[in-house]
């Protein structure tokens, strides 16, 4: 497995990988209509394109046999009043193709992301995670994170509650 840096080339598998692990993992547990806006307004060739651009955005792509698998996507500067640390990272997105989960993908990408924090002198990643995704919850838990608060992601029209959890490096 090779994890590297996106770059602008990858707006358009950015936006098909997004958009297809997004509804692979939350399409059951959400109506259509909800699921179609959401991917909408966050995973089309044009907002990956801008997100690549974004100096604060970083992305780590996964890939197996040159075949892109999984990504993360970093974002300095965003914050939540419950985060304690003083340079923290947030993983807005930790994705894995759904045939690939429990292969190591993810445990890679959360290695690269950590690294790359450590890099780059933080001492916080935080991430949001909807209440609901106990595989994911457990998953990051087994990396050290630690719940610190709560906030709300819409899905749609449909207000959802996230667990905040941070790690401190």
């Not at 992305?59 to 300095?76: C, D, M, S, W």
């Not at 003083?86 to 950590?114: C, D, F, N, P, V």
């Not at 001492?123 to 610190?148: D, M, P, T």
Request: charged share 25%; with cysteine; proline share 1%.
């Amino acid at each position: 497995m090779k994890i590297r840096y996106g770059t602008i080339d990858d707006a358009a598998m950015l936006a098909e990988l997004g958009a297809k692990t997004f509804y692979d993992t939350y399409a059951s547990d959400n109506t259509a209509e909800n699921i179609s806006a959401y991917i909408g307004k966050s995973f089309s060739t044009e907002i990956q394109s801008n997100e690549l651009a974004d100096t604060n955005i970083i992305f780590l792509i996964a890939e197996l046999e040159n075949r892109p698998v999984g990504y993360a996507k970093l974002k300095f500067g965003s914050r939540d009043e419950s985060i304690r640390g003083t340079k923290q990272i947030e993983i807005e997105r930790i994705y894995s193709l759904e045939e690939y989960i429990g292969k190591g993908i993810g445990k890679a990408l959360m290695q690269a992301a950590i690294g790359d924090a450590k890099q780059r002198g933080c001492n916080s990643i935080w991430l949001g995670v909807w209440e609901q995704n106990s595989r994911a919850i457990n998953f990051y838990k087994k990396w050290g994170f630690h719940e610190v608060g709560s906030h709300i992601f819409t899905v749609g029209d449909d207000p959802q509650r996230d667990l905040i959890l941070e790690l401190q490096i």
